[in-house]
């Protein structure tokens, strides 16, 4: 695993709200009662229709948290590294929208009863399980070298390392998002899924702009 990046206090008393108040519109959703009897849905969130823990649901929740972490990591690392404004406009960006998406995952995690963790080799709900080199957990992943590297750089040094460990994480991300969209079991995770995978392609083409801007390939 990587080193942790240490984040400013309110950086982090913000992530844990907005993890709160993701776990809390969920637990909401799953209690609220109603005045029809419908048949339990896939995506209701009860224990009774909570998916299996081998399924595409709970396997892209748990490592798309894990993806989504290290994306927030490198975003903090980079808007400490440049004033670019628009590198760090795109680093804002990336730590609210991946850090809320990954609290709504870890959310529904808790509301269907399933860890966040788990013994399970990461991708195997998509059939084709990986094991962790220099620390990088799953594709598009940077690694242990690489962030040091990402750590150690100022400037456009540090926009041009970000830009492209970003480039590569999108990707893999966004390869990953598309694969549960189609798989997964509950609307919630297609619905997040199919739009985590837009959003990372449009940054995606954002960043190829960026790179040219500064004279370096993706």
């Not at 399924?55 to 948290?65: E, I, K, L, Q, Y």
């Not at 809320?100 to 990461?122: F, I």
């Amino acid at each position: 695993m990587s080193p942790a990046v240490r984040l400013p206090r309110p950086l982090v008393t913000a992530g844990a709200l907005v993890f709160l108040v993701a776990l809390g519109l969920v637990l909401l959703t799953v209690v609220r009662p109603s005045s029809a009897s419908p048949s339990p849905s896939a995506g209701s969130g009860t224990s009774a229709t909570a998916p299996a823990e081998d399924s595409a649901d709970v396997g892209f929740a748990r490592d798309m948290s894990v993806h989504h972490q290290q994306a927030v990591e490198m975003a903090f690392v980079v808007r400490d590294r440049t004033t670019d404004e628009g590198v760090r406009r795109l680093a804002y960006d990336i730590i609210n929208t991946q850090a809320n998406q990954r609290g709504m995952m870890l959310g529904w995690l808790e509301s269907w009863g399933r860890p966040k963790s788990s013994e399970r080799a990461p991708m195997e709900w998509m059939g084709h399980p990986v094991t962790a080199d220099d620390g990088s957990l799953m594709p598009g992943m940077a690694t242990d070298t690489e962030l040091d590297a990402l750590r150690a750089a100022e400037g456009r040094d540090a926009e041009v390392r970000f830009l492209r460990l970003m480039t590569v994480h999108h990707r893999a991300g966004a390869d990953m998002a598309r694969a549960a969209a189609a798989a997964a079991g509950t609307d919630e995770i297609r619905n997040l899924a199919a739009g985590m995978a837009r959003a990372q392609d449009s940054e995606i083409s954002l960043m190829a702009d960026m790179l040219k801007a500064r004279g370096a390939r993706p």
